[in-house]
T-cell receptor, first 114, second 116 residues
Framework: GQQVMQIPQYQHVQEGEDFTTYCNSSTTLSNIQWYKQRPGGHPVFLIQLVKSGEVKKQKRLTFQFGEAKKNSSLHITATQTTDVGTYFCAGGNAGGTSYGKLTFGQGTILTVHP | NAGVMQNPRHLVRRRGQEARLRCSPMKGHSHVYWYRQLPEEGLKFMVYLQKENIIDESGMPKERFSAEFPKEGPSILRIQQVVRGDSAAYFC??????????????FGSGTQLSVL
């Protein structure tokens, strides 16, 4: 079945440093979504990428979708303490019968030291 | 403008008891998904339901676990004869259309199940 791998599992940064998490799928994706989960909270949708090579920005966050639609990345510039949390990528299946099911990566737990 | 409502927020059960987790999707959403999360791990898909139908239950353990989404009322995730390994956070999510149409998921606050 489809597998989505996310690295690193943990990332500790000093406030002001940059942060990147990477997501790789074993199969071609129809789309990829990114979610953020604050400690003790629930996942909250950040963004969706659909097109090959797509790049989207949200303030200090930059999201990329690979040309082959099998990988993605989230980059945060100049991290702040409010960026703390777990960032998940979630891939949608391109074709097949697994509709309705997003496959989540394991998540990257980001800690920001002030 | 209520979001996805899950209750209870915390549920403690002894081994062998039954656990019932409830989820009311956002207003206007007819698609419900259940995910399970272990500490510091990702979200594992369990089941996808529409009203009165189970669409995909490929992530559900074959025994002891069941889910329903009746015509009226919330979706229920039922775990019979709980074991310690069932301890986890169970998240429900909803969307207005199936995720294959690129809809995002709205998550509830989750139910933390602890099995003693």
């Amino acid at each position: 079945g489809q597998q989505v791998m996310q690295i690193p599992q943990y990332q500790h940064v000093q406030e002001g440093e940059d942060f990147t998490t990477y997501c790789n799928s074993s199969t071609t994706l129809s789309n990829i979504q990114w979610y953020k989960q604050r400690p003790g909270g629930h996942p909250v949708f950040l963004i969706q990428l659909v097109k090959s090579g797509e790049v989207k920005k949200q303030k200090r966050l930059t999201f990329q979708f690979g040309e082959a639609k099998k990988n993605s990345s989230l980059h945060i510039t100049a991290t702040q303490t409010t960026d703390v949390g777990t960032y998940f990528c979630a891939g949608g299946n391109a074709g097949g019968t697994s509709y309705g099911k997003l496959t989540f990566g394991q998540g990257t737990i980001l800690t920001v030291h002030p | 403008n209520a979001g996805v409502m899950q209750n209870p927020r915390h549920l403690v059960r002894r081994r062998g008891q039954e656990a019932r987790l409830r989820c009311s999707p956002m207003k206007g959403h007819s698609h419900v998904y259940w995910y399970r999360q272990l500490p510091e791990e990702g979200l594992k898909f369990m089941v996808y339901l529409q009203k009165e139908n189970i669409i995909d239950e490929s992530g559900m353990p074959k025994e002891r676990f069941s889910a329903e989404f009746p015509k009226e009322g919330p979706s229920i995730l039922r775990i019979q004869q709980v074991v310690r390994g069932d301890s986890a956070a169970y998240f429900c999510a909803s969307s207005p259309y199936m995720v294959a149409t690129n809809e995002k998921l709205f998550f509830g606050s989750g139910t933390q199940l602890s099995v003693l």
